[in-house]
């Protein structure tokens, strides 16, 4: 679907999909040593959500975008005693997002067919 998608944007020419789980892909990739990324878009398996923070810091640079999805999962993620891995996951990111110094950001939450969910957004400072 994402190949599609992306050639039915006219950026097929331009991009590239690899597939495969990100905490195996990730690591090759690094040490392909690409340029930094403009944007990191993160929508994985949740419990995952701290490392994937941790490589899109590895894979940007000052000005950078990340975006990590589906980060209020219909406000479990604001009760302390909800332990869903999933949920501790996207917690945690949250956290990261709050706290490391090279981060700025901020969470939204959105209300449509899937209830209400968010995302955040951090942009990468220094």
Do not use: C
């Not at 990100?22 to 040593?33: F, G, I, M, R, T």
């Not at 490589?55 to 209020?72: E, F, H, K, P, Q």
């Not at 956290?95 to 939204?108: I, M």
Request: zero cysteines; charged letters at 25%; glycine letters at 8%.
């Amino acid at each position: 679907m994402a190949v599609r998608n992306l050639a039915r944007a006219g950026l097929g020419e331009r991009t590239e999909v690899r597939v495969g789980p990100a905490l195996e892909s990730l690591p090759k990739l690094a040490d392909e040593q690409p340029p930094p990324f403009d944007l990191v878009f993160i929508d994985a398996d949740k419990a995952n959500n701290p490392h994937y923070v941790e490589w899109a810091l590895r894979l940007t640079a000052a000005g950078s975008l990340i975006v990590l999805d589906n980060v209020v999962r219909g406000g479990r993620v604001a009760d302390p005693a909800n332990d869903d891995p999933d949920v501790v996951g996207t917690r945690a990111a949250l956290e990261l997002f709050g706290t490391h110094p090279r981060l700025s950001a901020t969470a939204l939450q959105t209300v449509g067919d899937k209830n209400y969910d968010g995302f955040a957004l951090a942009r990468v400072v220094a």
